[in-house]
Antibody, heavy 126, light 110 residues
Framework: QITLKESGPTLVKPTQTLTLTCTFS??????????VGWVRQPPGKALEWLGI???????WYSPSLKNRLSLMKDTSNDQVVLTLTNMDPVDTGTYFC??????????????????WGQGTLVTVSS | QSALTQPASVSGSPGQSITISCTGT?????????VSWYQQHPGKAPKLVIY???NRPSGVSSRFFGSKSANTASLTISGLQPEDEADYYC??????????FGGGTRLTVL
């Protein structure tokens, strides 16, 4: 049974760095084709993809956040850590981590999110 | 990267069928067989209902059907049920090795 859970601060001040941890069970990030991704959702708005880290440590980042976002995996503790620098009120929202599975078609590979954490609300305010 | 284009809302009566579109470009939806669809009820995490354009995960009802033509992917839900009322999001792989969501569609079951 695959489960994921996000943890971290609920309130951060503008310009501070956000650090969120995704702790998972039921799979290993050492396994081929597996990854963990992050998605956020501002209150009342749409989902936004942030980034994904794959089993081989390949990392994909949203172009709009590439300069601020970092993902790291700790396979020994079954965790993935998200770091987002220079937080702004527009970064307020629910942050989800999710298990991803890579599939391949015509020589290309990509991922979809088949198991999700419950999400954690992060508010950016002074 | 720009979000994929979805209608803001669709509606249907119980038992009817509805289709939600997701329009992108040759660099995302049209270029790959990597479109997935997610159902999200209020206050809940999204749930995968379709992946790789037309594949249903185990446990998802056969009433959910995915397809694609050129730069537009579609999610069709047949035999609408009250529990289908939710927000639906498409997501696609892009040529830049990123992922992008659509703006979301609110499905109302009348």
């Amino acid at each position: 049974q695959i489960t994921l859970k996000e943890s971290g601060p609920t309130l951060v001040k503008p310009t501070q760095t956000l650090t969120l941890t995704c702790t998972f069970s039921g799979f290993s990030l050492r396994s081929s084709t597996v990854g963990v991704g992050w998605v956020r959702q501002p209150p009342g708005k749409a989902l936004e993809w942030l980034g994904i880290i794959h089993w081989d440590d390949d990392k994909w980042y949203s172009p709009s956040l590439k300069n601020r976002l970092s993902l790291m995996k700790d396979t020994s503790n079954d965790q993935v850590v998200l770091t987002l620098t220079n937080m702004d009120p527009v970064d307020t929202g629910t942050y989800f981590c999710a298990h991803s599975q890579m599939t391949y078609h015509s020589g290309s590979g990509s991922s979809h999110f088949d198991f999700w954490g419950q999400g954690t609300l992060v508010t950016v305010s002074s | 990267q720009s979000a994929l284009t979805q209608p803001a809302s669709v509606s249907g009566s119980p038992g009817q069928s509805i289709t939600i579109s997701c329009t992108g470009t040759n660099s995302d939806v049209g270029g790959y067989k990597f479109v997935s669809w997610y159902q999200q009820h209020p206050g809940k995490a999204p749930k995968l209902v379709i992946y790789d354009v037309d594949n249903r995960p185990s446990g998802v009802s056969s009433r959910f059907f995915g397809s694609k033509s050129a730069n537009t992917a579609s999610l069709t839900i047949s035999g609408l049920q009250p529990e289908d009322e939710a927000d639906y999001y498409c997501m696609s792989h892009t040529s830049s090795r990123t992922l992008v969501f659509g703006g979301g569609t609110r499905l109302t079951v009348l």
